[in-house]
């Protein structure tokens, strides 16, 4: 399984973004995706994490009411609606996917197997 995103870049503060990440490959072997962020010098944490198979999900406190996560199973792409971006949101950010039921550990980074390389996000004025 290859995991590849798109749609990184450069917003201002309250703006919005969206990241797409195409799965291929045996994608029957992908259950679980998500994204994580990762700021320059901080470990990697989870934004949000979706099942494909009853998109029970899972959001980070700090991003709740502003980012919605998706997944379009037919194309096998997963997106990431951004919006009111604020300051502390910049850094990489890595699509990720697994195979096994959706779990309490779905947002542990351990759990995941297959990894994009991960588009920039700058928010900045």
């Known amino acids: 399984v290859q995991v590849a995103e798109s749609g990184g870049g450069l917003v201002q503060p309250g703006g919005s973004l969206t990241l797409s990440c195409a799965a291929s490959?045996?994608?029957?072997?992908?259950?679980?995706m998500g994204w994580f962020r990762q700021a320059p010098g901080k470990a990697r944490e989870a934004v949000s994490c979706?099942?494909?198979?009853?998109?029970?999900?899972y959001y980070a406190d700090s991003v709740k009411g502003r980012f919605t996560i998706s997944v379009d199973n037919a194309r096998n792409t997963l997106y990431l609606q951004m919006n009111n971006l604020k300051p502390e949101a910049p850094g990489v950010y890595f699509c990720?996917?697994?195979?096994?039921?959706?779990?309490?550990?779905?947002?542990?980074?351990?759990?995941?197997?297959?990894w994009g390389q991960g588009p920039q996000v700058t928010v900045s004025s």
């Open positions: 979706i099942s494909r198979i009853d998109s029970t999900n």
């Open positions: 990720a996917a697994y195979r096994a039921p959706w779990s309490f550990g779905s947002s542990l980074d351990d759990n995941y197997a297959y």
């Open positions: 490959g045996v994608t029957n072997l992908v259950d679980v």
